[in-house]
């Protein structure tokens, strides 16, 4: 009885340290800058749900190799320099790993060159192409580049025999990005720029640029920027009776811009990833499983269906999961396996 007493006595000991270790087993922390609140929280909110959502999933199913991911989040509002400064506090007092996002072109290329000296990965969650090229080895994106996102509406517009277009872009990272690929590849499609114009992220009316538009021979009108300014130019040409067709661009690609939009939104074309019309997708598309797992996952948590920008956030930390699954844990090692 007494042996059986000891042995016993051994075992509960060692389970208890088994569990001991286990719980105390060292976090690997990421870092997350993404705009919840300010003017892109349309993009933002999204990007944090989604990213936690995963993180928590991961988490449940044990970890990596047993070690819990800790989910550093902070809220940059769409500010580049508080961006710079959360990005600085991720890695001196937080000492993440590697870092998620931002939101925003602008935010990014702001963040680069903080995330490029200390030579932490970065996974932005942006489009701008200039965030990816020129390479910088530390520097990843998830978004589709704007450079695609052109080519798309401009093989929609060739293919009906569009070549007379007028641009209307935000003067910010994002639409200035936009601006360059639009003007840089127009001639490759055979288009003519009627009207290049420009408007600020927070105006508020847009009749004035598009009242030139509408004196001008355009036949289609290209708005470039997120939310809310998008929303405005397609208010103003309802308003102003505007008849032409009108295209944005993949950075309004959420039903929150047709909430901005309302009725103005409807006949605007626009390219975007399959995850928005995911249930629309025939069953032979590799993608369509996946992403209606992440949209149902999404609805079941937050009551809402996942969109295109969380999108960008669930490839970001399924990135860094690949390598870590790989058994890379620091800075450098997990550059490596990303690439």
Not at 69 to 87: C, F, R, S
Not at 209 to 228: D, F, H, Y
Not at 305 to 326: I, N, T, Y
Request: charged fraction near 20%; proline fraction near 6%.
């Amino acid at each position: 009885m007494k042996s059986r007493f000891v042995r016993m006595a051994a075992l509960l000991l060692a389970l208890l340290f088994a569990a001991g270790a286990a719980v105390a087993a060292e976090p690997i922390k990421i870092g997350a800058l993404f705009s919840v609140t300010g003017p892109p929280s349309f993009l933002g909110e999204p990007e944090r749900n989604t990213a936690q959502m995963v993180v928590d999933d991961i988490n449940k199913a044990g970890g990596i190799k047993g070690r819990p991911i800790e989910l550093v989040v902070y809220d940059t509002t769409g500010d580049p320099t508080k961006a710079v400064q959360l990005a600085t506090k991720l890695i001196k007092d937080d000492n993440v790993v590697a870092i998620i996002g931002p939101s925003t072109t602008g935010e990014t290329m702001a963040v680069k060159p903080v995330t490029e000296k200390e030579q932490i990965p970065l996974i932005s969650c942006a489009a701008g192409i200039k965030i990816a090229d020129p390479v910088n080895p530390c520097t990843f994106k998830t978004a589709q580049n704007d450079t695609l996102a052109v080519e798309r509406i401009y093989e929609h517009l060739q293919k009906h025999k569009i070549t007379k277009v007028a641009i209307l872009t935000v003067s910010d990272g994002f639409g200035a990005s936009g601006r360059e690929q639009l003007k840089n590849q127009a001639a490759k499609f055979g288009i003519t720029l009627t009207v290049d114009d420009t408007f600020g992220p927070k105006d508020t009316d847009m009749t004035a640029q598009l009242t030139k538009i509408r004196g001008s021979e355009a036949q289609a009108i290209i708005c470039w920027g997120t939310n809310p300014g998008p929303a405005v130019v397609a208010k103003n040409a309802r308003q102003l009776g505007i008849k032409l067709p009108m295209f944005m661009s993949h950075g309004v690609s959420s039903k929150k811009f047709i909430e901005l939009a309302g009725d103005a939104a409807e006949g605007i074309i626009l390219p975007t990833g399959r995850v928005i019309v995911a249930d629309l997708l025939p069953p032979s598309d590799p993608q369509k499983k996946a992403l209606m797992t992440y949209v149902m996952n999404y609805k079941q948590r937050y009551g809402v269906e996942g969109d295109h920008f969380g999108g960008h956030a669930w490839d970001a930390v399924m990135l860094l999961k690949k390598a870590l699954d790989q058994g890379a844990d620091t800075p450098a090692t997990i550059r490596e396996e990303i690439e």
